[in-house]
């Protein structure tokens, strides 16, 4: 394990949330927020969406809803890291 992933494992077991035998199932990585992991997913989304319904997505209404299935923690230096809750 490498340093970066040693300190997303020990923040992990610290949120209280963790199996410790299910990280690498629910690691999604480092990001600088949690809005730019869900970012791609959105992106991916509304490319098939019209210019108006883009327009008027609420980014803080699907991040509180996509708040439900993560487990997020702060990184020690900024950003987050980010589990899939399984």
């Known amino acids: 394990m490498n340093e970066n992933t040693q300190e997303a494992f020990e923040a992990w077991v610290d949120s209280g949330m963790a199996e410790p035998r299910r990280f690498d199932e629910s690691y999604q990585g480092y990001w600088p927020s949690f809005q730019d992991y869900l970012a791609e997913e959105v992106e991916e989304m509304q490319r ?13 209404l699907y991040e509180r809803d996509q708040l439900h299935s993560y487990t997020v923690c702060d990184a020690p230096n900024g950003g987050v890291y980010v589990f899939l809750d399984l």
Request: glycine share 0%; no cysteine.
């Open 48 to 60: 098939s969406w019209t210019e108006e319904a883009v327009r008027y997505f609420d980014w803080n």
